[in-house]
């Protein structure tokens, strides 16, 4: 193999090797940033709809019930904290792409809030670790990407019980609404779900896989450049000296073109050599010479 072919293929490596490293850096770094900033823009959404609903149960259900003052009467409106969240984020959800909120479940009252296979591995998780305080991290969701954080919903209080306890004793007006099957058996202080925000990172994925294709593809053509840039100063400055020289030197051992001297302008390595080749020459020829006299 020739000394431009190895020094060109030594280049390529290297070269395409640092673009790799860059690039999956640079992949790397914007896929954090990507999760810090999902995680910050999930955190604010999900403390602001935890506050609502503390507010709901501090101040307002109190009022309602007072206000109501029967016990078979069960308004979901104005009286489930559970429904009114669930009415207001999916309202939320419908006017802001790439944000959704959910209170999954195992055994819910209402079948929307059935909680999928990775919900349900979550929940499972809560259950079998109750010092969990929080999960988070990505997960595909039909597909797509999500950064995700999910909170235990636990039956904290034995008031739970009265809707979600025994079904015969719940309010008749939400064994009407929703049936006495399914969300009931409830136990105190039992993990029975999570309360999951989903925060869209498929767009910045898409970016960083995009930026990642773009800086591979700026790398891959400087290297070109370079590599061209490299190839005509090597056959200028180097290869093609090196040939003539050797022609030269061939020419100098059987005694030929001894009085045609190289002229080479550079101080470099190469312009060294033309001078010991110069020198070569009329060593040669000064022994010639004398064998002749």
């Keep these: 193999m020739k000394i431009r072919t190895k020094l060109i293929l030594i280049m390529i490596i290297l070269g395409l090797a640092s673009s790799v490293a860059i690039g999956f850096v640079d992949y790397k770094s914007n896929q954090q940033a990507t999760l810090n900033e999902a995680r910050e823009k999930g955190k604010l959404l999900y403390n602001y709809i935890q506050a609502s609903r503390k507010f709901f149960v501090a101040q307002q259900r109190p009022l309602i019930v007072d206000l109501i003052n029967d016990k078979e009467r069960f308004y979901p409106e104005i009286m489930s904290s559970f429904a009114i969240q669930r009415m207001e984020t999916d309202i939320f959800n419908n006017n802001t792409e790439g944000y959704e909120y959910k209170l999954a479940t195992l055994n819910p009252i209402w079948s929307g809030n059935k909680a999928n296979p990775d919900e349900e591995k979550i929940i499972n998780s809560f259950k079998q670790n109750p010092d969990l305080e929080k999960k988070d991290g990505r997960i595909l969701k039909e597909g797509n990407a999500y950064y995700y954080i999910a909170k235990p919903v636990t039956v904290y209080s034995k008031k739970c019980l009265r809707c979600h306890g025994d079904p015969a004793l719940a309010p008749k007006d939400q064994q009407e609404i929703y049936g006495t099957t399914n969300g009931y058996h409830w136990k105190l202080d039992d993990t029975v779900g999570i ?38 100063f090597l056959d200028r400055s180097i290869i093609l000296p090196i040939i003539r020289f050797s022609a030269i030197a061939e020419d100098i051992g059987v005694g030929k073109n001894l009085d045609q001297p190289i002229t080479v302008k550079s101080k470099d390595e190469i312009g060294a050599l033309a001078n010991s080749i110069n020198r070569l020459q009329s060593s040669v020829k000064i022994l010639l010479n004398r064998s002749i006299k």
Excluded: D, E, H, Q
């Design 195 to 232: 309360s999951i925000i989903y925060v869209s990172i498929a767009k910045a994925v898409a970016n960083s896989k995009n930026n990642l294709l773009f800086l591979m593809a700026i790398g891959l053509g400087s290297l070109l450049v370079t590599i061209g840039c490299i190839w005509l």
